[in-house]
């Protein structure tokens, strides 16, 4: 939960951003509820801030969002979700709320996964919404949001990196080689190939 608050509360920086990239609170606040993954909102709104077309802000969206389908495969097995619940699952599988799930003890890595990700959901729709009503008047670097939602990724991410640090390695070094000659959003597609080695092993 306390996860969920803290990276939740970055979502008024979206509503701030895109407010400025000529949101309406309305836009901003359905860009969350819908498409729900920070990084693609960003690009979204970066996008369509610098003058870009529609297309291709949705296709950069696209591509950052690609990686919560790898992260699909591997709670598939951690986090039965029969019936309409896989649809709630689907919507809230995001970076913090697979980490807590993965690296949480055995028979638990349900309840790391709800309880996350259905608190920066609802964290990030009322952030959002309180950033695109007030984003004249709210910087949230002010208040140190905007490292909010690598530094609490880290975190969890680093108790990991101990069992899989050729992978972490390997993602790095794939995505820095893809950064010069790939578009926005396609590296971290890039570097999700550094896992496939020890998928073979499997």
Same mark, same amino acid.
């Given at each position: 939960?306390?996860?969920?608050?803290?990276?939740?509360?970055?979502?008024?920086?979206?509503?701030?951003?895109?407010?400025?990239?000529?949101?309406?609170?309305?836009?901003?606040?359905?860009?969350?509820?819908?498409?729900?993954? &920070? $990084?693609?909102?960003? @690009?979204?709104?970066?996008?369509?801030?610098? /003058?870009?077309?529609? !297309?291709? %802000?949705? +296709?950069?969206?696209?591509?950052?969002?690609?990686?919560?389908?790898?992260?699909?495969?591997?709670?598939?097995?951690?986090?039965?979700?029969?019936?309409?619940?896989?649809?709630?699952?689907?919507?809230?599988?995001?970076?913090?709320?697979?980490?807590?799930?993965?690296?949480?003890?055995?028979?638990?890595?349900?309840?790391?996964?709800?309880?996350?990700?259905?608190?920066?959901?609802?964290?990030?729709?009322?952030?959002?919404?309180? &950033? $695109?009503?007030?984003? @004249?008047?709210?910087?949230?670097?002010?208040? /140190?949001?905007?490292? !909010?939602? %690598?530094? +609490?990724?880290?975190?969890?991410?680093?108790?990991?990196?101990?069992?899989?640090?050729?992978?972490?390695?390997?993602?790095?070094?794939?995505?820095?080689?893809?950064?010069?000659?790939?578009?926005?959003?396609?590296?971290?597609?890039?570097?999700?190939?550094?896992?496939?080695?020890?998928?073979?092993?499997?």
């Amino acid at each position: 939960m306390s996860l969920g608050v803290a990276v939740g509360l970055y979502g008024a920086s979206f509503g701030a951003a895109a407010s400025a990239a000529g949101f309406s609170v309305l836009q901003a606040c359905a860009t969350s509820l819908l498409v729900f993954t &920070g $990084a693609s909102q960003f @690009a979204l709104a970066g996008v369509l801030g610098a /003058g870009g077309s529609v !297309a291709a %802000g949705v +296709a950069s969206a696209v591509l950052l969002g690609g990686r919560n389908g790898l992260y699909a495969v591997i709670l598939k097995e951690r986090v039965p979700a029969p019936g309409l619940r896989r649809v709630v699952a689907a919507q809230i599988t995001i970076d913090e709320s697979t980490a807590v799930s993965t690296t949480s003890p055995e028979g638990l890595e349900p309840v790391g996964f709800w309880w996350t990700g259905l608190t920066v959901y609802v964290m990030w729709n009322l952030s959002t919404l309180a &950033g $695109a009503a007030f984003a @004249a008047t709210i910087d949230p670097r002010d208040i /140190g949001l905007d490292g !909010a939602v %690598g530094a +609490a990724f880290l975190g969890l991410l680093w108790p990991r990196l101990r069992e899989h640090w050729q992978v972490a390695l390997g993602g790095a070094v794939l995505a820095l080689i893809a950064i010069p000659l790939t578009p926005p959003g396609v590296p971290v597609l890039v570097a999700g190939l550094a896992v496939l080695p020890t998928l073979v092993k499997r």
